[in-house]
């Protein structure tokens, strides 16, 4: 059935285009003007992460002989608000087969030009046998994600206990606080 003939909005004219893509215009500007108001893990750092620790360039203390030490994953953080990002890193041995146990350190930068960021706190120590799931900063808060096994005989593909975990910037140190553990990761 076709609308019947002479009806203004049946006939788009160029001044209906042209205010239509003035007000798509108006959309897109204040999205981008507005923004997201909190920044993730996931999203865009608060500060400027080409100043943050380069956590491949750093030495952990961790013992992976010739297999050599890999960073899983980073975030940037300034926890004490000093405008100075430090740099968040879950890393392990590198392993070609298997689940090697993660660590999850703080970085800061290296005392001198040139110097490797050094690990300024430890909040996961791979000799506990933890591996991290789910890992994020927010403000001055990491949380994660801690996965782990009941006992010895339990496969190490597949963790069975699991334990959320967050750490916050308190009196100069990282706190943590952990939830009961759960299981069936």
Not at 117 to 134: E, H
Request: one cysteine or more.
């Amino acid at each position: 059935m076709q609308p019947p003939a002479g009806l203004p909005h049946t006939h788009p004219r160029p001044v209906h285009w042209l205010l239509t893509a003035l007000g798509l215009a108006v959309v897109l500007t204040g999205a981008a003007l507005l923004g997201p108001a909190d920044a993730t893990a996931g999203d865009a750092p608060r500060t400027p992460a080409a100043a943050a620790p380069d956590p491949t360039a750093a030495r952990y203390p961790l013992d992976c002989g010739p297999v050599g030490v890999e960073v899983r994953d980073k975030a940037v953080v300034d926890p004490d608000g000093d405008g100075r990002p430090g740099t968040v890193a879950v890393v392990h041995c590198r392993a070609g087969g298997g689940t090697p146990p993660d660590g999850v350190y703080v970085l800061a930068a290296g005392k001198g030009a040139g110097a490797p960021p050094r690990v300024v706190a430890t909040l996961v120590d791979p000799a506990r046998r933890m591996n991290v799931g789910r890992f994020r900063v927010t403000g001055d808060t990491i949380s994660a994600t801690l996965l782990g096994y009941s006992a010895r005989n339990v496969p190490r593909c597949c963790p069975d206990l699991r334990r959320p975990v967050e750490w916050r910037w308190r009196d100069g140190q990282f706190e943590p606080t952990a939830r009961p553990v759960t299981g069936r990761a």
